[in-house]
């Protein structure tokens, strides 16, 4: 490969990743409203991966909407899927500290004539197969997908496909799995782990948690502008990391919530630091899970869902599908060891400021009550997973 086909694949992959970041922006402000003083966990590179797939296939003002919502069309549409491929390649090659691992499958109706150039590029592209299923009323279809999806995630993502999700009119599912499982590069003494409160935004009170502990150098950024610490604690291997933002009021998040931006994230990049930190970090398990359907309607395409405004031919060759429900889980457990954490979608279609002097003294961060973090590939700035963490208990 010469430089120059090394720089334009590069150039396209930090296109796709602003693309990414300004979706997962936009998806967490939305889940945020909907879900107001609650937990929140997803997986922004879940949810665009099965809608790339999906956007293969779109066509006229549904491609549009998709590709609006998704940031899509910052990045050369030629070079679209393409470019997922090369991400696809680079995110999940084998690594020695961590495990990352994605698939993507579809099922199809026996006897639906899908569009040949859609199949050959879901799996050129994206790596999936087709599975051809019978009747997708019949509850082994619903079993024979969430089997799929758990043995991807190592049991994390169970039962996706829920009753009366899929029904005779059921032509199509296209699903995508995400699992991680990293230890820190510098982990926590489980002996050190201290019982302590967190300060529970919603009523003002305090519920007992696990906070681990441990002193050492990381990069932290002090951030005067918007009130937080942010601290980066990378995992074995150094090519992912866990951003935590923490807000320095005990109920600053909500008023952070309300500036996030991409040019704040990438702020954030430029003031990180490499400094002594005094580290106090809760043990938590989330789980979430959502329908987002009327969430991406509300984000800005809702033609997909609509049976008759709906423009899949590039799946089908007609205008006879449309997508009825679009399914997310994630999964994520941070404890001493490290972090592991899974993520699964499913699309059913259907028929019809300035740097601050180095501290003499180490800095404290105590993240004893609401803040804001992510999972991320360092060297690209893509969000593999974010959420917010209100209640511990």
Known sequence: MTFSQQRDISGRMAQLSSANTGFALHIYQ?????RSGRNLFFSPLSISTALAMTQLGARGDTATQIADV???NQVDQLQLHGTFKELNNLLYQKQSGYKLHAANKLYGKSGFNFVQSFVEGTASYYGAAIEAVKNFADPTAAKLINDWVSKQTA????NLIAPGILNDLTRLVLVNA?????????KFRA????QDVFKVLDERSKVPVSLMIQKGKFSLAIDEAND???LEMPYQGNDLSLLIVLPNKD???????SKLSAD?????????KSRQVNILLPKFKLEAEFQLKEVLKQMGMPDAFDENMANFEGISGDRELYISAVIHKAFVDVNEEGSEAAAATAVVMMKRCAMPREPEKPILFRADHPFLFMIRHRSTKYLLFMGRMMDPS
Not at 30 to 34: F, I, K, N, R, Y
Not at 264 to 272: G, H, N, Y
């Open 251 to 257: 109920h600053g998040l909500v008023n952070l919530e």
């Open 264 to 272: 704040i994230l990438k702020s954030w990049d430029l003031r990180l």
């Open 228 to 230: 937080c610490l942010v």
């Open 70 to 72: 998704f940031r899509f």
């Open 30 to 34: 939305t889940l945020q409203d909907e």
């Open 178 to 186: 995400i699992y991680f499982k990293g230890n820190w590069a510098s």
């Open 191 to 194: 002996e050190n782990t201290t």
């Open 155 to 158: 049991g994390k993502i169970t």
